[in-house]
């Protein structure tokens, strides 16, 4: 995956965003970090190398799909966000084609869950390809 060591979170969260989306075949990525030191200010990192505001992160980690992931510490699959209760939309640029499936994944270390991978796709019940990133 990463193969090349940096000090900094930011470039960290988007590679592996955009590595984790290429290999599952997604269109784009979001990683919810919650580490110590950020654990009351989540952040969280898209794939286009964005970083969002405090405010979008803390509506995803109190009100998404990756803050559901976070809480339960189980990955799940959502394959229509357009009758899935669970899916909490953001409004998103006019230009960015709406989100159609989603799947999320915690990021655990130890008993710590650290963040969660967020990677969807803009095609409807489009399967993403299951990985080892989803198994239990």
């Not at 799947?103 to 080892?132: C, D, F, K, N, Y």
């Amino acid at each position: 995956m990463v193969n090349s060591g940096s000090n900094d979170l930011q470039q960290l969260g988007v590679q592996f965003a955009t590595q984790v989306t290429a290999m599952v075949g997604g269109d784009r990525a979001s990683l919810l970090l919650t580490l110590p030191a950020t654990a009351q200010m989540p952040m969280l990192i898209l794939s286009n190398g964005a970083v969002s505001s405090t405010e979008r992160a803390l509506a995803v980690r109190d009100n998404g799909l990756a803050g559901l992931v976070l809480r339960e510490r189980r990955p799940l699959i959502i394959d229509e966000t357009d009758t899935d209760r669970r899916w909490f939309s953001l409004s998103a640029h006019e230009y960015d084609a709406p989100t159609r499936c989603a799947m999320a994944v915690p990021l655990i270390w130890g008993e710590r869950v650290l963040g969660v991978i967020t990677v969807t796709t803009t095609q409807t019940h489009l399967s993403l390809r299951r990985s080892s990133i989803c198994s239990n």
